[in-house]
């Protein structure tokens, strides 16, 4: 499986690893209204926007009939590992957490 990662100028990273993702997360740091999130996209069509409150969106871009959920990790390691899941297809451990719709 195959994934990438968008920075908030919207850079696309091919397949970072945990490292690399903690560096584009830190990018948020200086996040303002025009470049405000990054995301990490899943060949599947999952995706996990990320925001500068630790906010997260979950959708399946591909897929109109799917609702897009939020929520709010207490941690950015919890974000990490929300990014990791998704990285390795391991969508039952990210369906798992409290999402609102």
């Known amino acids: 499986m195959t994934?990438?990662?968008?920075t908030t100028m919207g850079?696309?990273?091919d397949e970072p690893d945990a490292s690399h993702m903690r560096?584009?997360?830190?990018?948020?740091?200086?996040?303002d209204d025009e470049?405000?999130?990054?995301s990490l996209?899943?060949?599947?069509?999952?995706?996990?926007?990320?925001?500068?409150d630790k906010g997260v969106l979950?959708?399946?871009v591909e897929d109109a009939d799917v609702p897009p959920r939020e929520?709010?990790?207490?941690s950015w390691d919890d974000v990490v590992a929300l990014l990791l899941e998704i990285s390795q297809g391991n969508f039952a451990a990210v369906e798992s957490i409290d999402w609102t719709s």
């Open 3 to 6: 994934y990438f990662m968008y």
């Open 11 to 13: 850079e696309s990273i």
């Open 23 to 31: 560096r584009i997360l830190s990018e948020l740091q200086n996040a």
């Open 35 to 38: 470049h405000s999130d990054v």
């Open 41 to 52: 996209n899943h060949e599947s069509g999952w995706s996990l926007t990320v925001y500068p």
């Open 58 to 60: 979950w959708e399946n």
């Open 71 to 74: 929520a709010v990790p207490a």
